[in-house]
C-alpha cells in the first residue's frame, strides 16, 4: 500500500509547491507528487530542489516565528545547523547518520542518498520533519 505524506516542496529557483508525496526515500531520484488543490500528479527530478518540508497543515501560522535555537525541545540526536545555497539556514537534530565525510568539501558518506533528514529544533514548527536536498546545501556545522 502506498503511503502518501503531506508535503511543501521547495525548488532551487525559489518556488513552492503544495501536496501530497508518495513513496519517498532517501535514495529517490525522483519523486512522485500530488498538488493539493488539483490533485494533479507530478513526476519531478529530486535534483531541482531545495527541500521537502513535512508539514502539519498546509497553511502553517504566519504569525508564529520558528525558535532557531536548541533547548526548546526534548529531542535527542546530534544537533546540526544547514545553510542552504540562497542563505537561508534551519535549525535541528540530524535523523540517522551524518550524511558527508568530514573536511573542507561537503561529500556524500552514501552516494545513493540524495539527502538527509533534520528534524526541527521547535517542536512547535509547522514542519514535522525535512529532507534536505545535498546539492542544496552551502555549509553544515555538525554540535556534538
Known sequence: MATEEKVVIRFIDGSVFKGYLKDFSEESKEITFEE?????????????????????????????????????????????????????????????????????FLSSSDEKKTGFFVLPADEESNNIKVFIIKSSVKDITSIP
Open 36 to 104: 493539493a488543490e488539483s490533485r494533479a500528479a507530478k513526476t519531478i527530478r529530486i535534483q531541482e530542489l531545495k527541500a521537502i518540508f513535512f508539514v502539519r497543515t498546509f497553511e502553517g501560522d504566519k504569525d508564529y516565528k520558528e525558535i532557531k535555537r536548541y533547548g526548546v525541545s526534548q529531542r535527542k540526536g546530534r544537533k546540526i545547523f544547514v545553510k542552504f545555497q540562497d542563505g537561508e539556514s534551519i535549525v535541528g537534530y540530524l535523523q540517522g547518520n551524518i550524511p558527508w565525510q568530514k573536511g573542507f
